[in-house]
């Protein structure tokens, strides 16, 4: 009887993350509670299932863990260009890491709950198409419950398509014509406020897409943040319960 005791104690001792909690959840309890790996043990069975491939001692680099984590999918997009320039954008702020991850994976990791920001660079290929209906669920609930999701365009609207099939939107591209965009009303309170030093125009724009902003088609509640004032669209934002979705024009 002793015997099974023990092992009973065992078992308990080699689950300690908590109900509902994952590895990386205790890694970053961990490190707001001074460092170290508290009782997680990535070795053990209760752990490597939800620890995947990814390393949660990441989030402890920071002894506060002031790092936030970005899953930048890179698949179906132009790596060579547009992927490349926003993971390397992103890793030039010492507060954000991007993590490269196969839709697959960069689902999953929004499922998780594993990073605070997700981004979708400029696709050349249709990853709309790709999600399953429990993707889309994933990736809904995921900014539904707080997290940011940042998308460019693209020349062909398939990052507007990947949108319109998670959200249940109408969105589409609008070519570009020639307009600088300046600074919308909804700007203010953002990031991008004057008072908080972002540009009153955006300069010497490419030849690019931007959101058509026309009323059948913007999202009710959006927040335009930079246009030329009628359906040009370079910049907007909407909440979607706790979390927020922001698509950006630029390249």
Not at 93 to 119: G, M, S, Y
Not at 181 to 207: E, K, R, V, Y
Not at 220 to 231: F, K, P, V
Request: charged content about 25%; hydrophobic content about 30%.
């Amino acid at each position: 009887d002793e015997d099974e005791d023990e092992d009973e104690d065992e078992d308990e001792d080699e689950d300690d993350t908590g109900d509902g909690e994952t590895c990386c959840d205790c890694e970053r309890n961990s490190c707001n509670n001074g460092g170290g790996n508290g009782n997680c043990d990535k070795s053990g069975a209760s752990s490597e299932s939800v620890c995947r491939d990814f390393d949660c001692n990441a989030f402890c680099s920071d002894a506060n863990y002031t790092k936030s984590h970005v899953a930048v999918l890179f698949e179906y997009v132009n790596t060579n260009d547009e992927g490349a320039n926003i993971v390397a954008s992103v890793n030039a702020n010492a507060r954000l890491t991007a993590h490269q991850l196969d839709l697959k994976d960069w689902v999953k990791a929004l499922k998780d709950k594993d990073f605070e920001f997700a981004v979708l660079p400029e696709f050349s290929g249709n990853a709309h198409s790709a999600l399953k209906n429990k993707d889309v669920e994933d990736v809904l609930e995921f900014v539904q419950d707080g997290g940011v999701l940042v998308s460019a365009t693209d020349d062909f609207g398939k990052n507007h398509d990947f949108m319109n099939t998670v959200f249940g939107w109408n969105t589409r591209q609008y070519y570009w014509n020639g307009f600088q965009p300046a600074q919308q009303p909804g700007a203010d309170g953002t990031c991008f406020s004057a008072a908080n030093g972002g540009p009153a125009t955006l300069d010497d724009p490419s030849s690019t897409i931007w959101t058509d902003g026309h009323s059948d088609r913007f999202p009710e509640g959006a927040e335009i943040l930079y246009s030329d004032g009628g359906r040009q669209i370079a910049a907007w934002r909407i909440a979607v319960k706790k979390g927020w979705v922001y698509m950006l024009a630029y390249d």
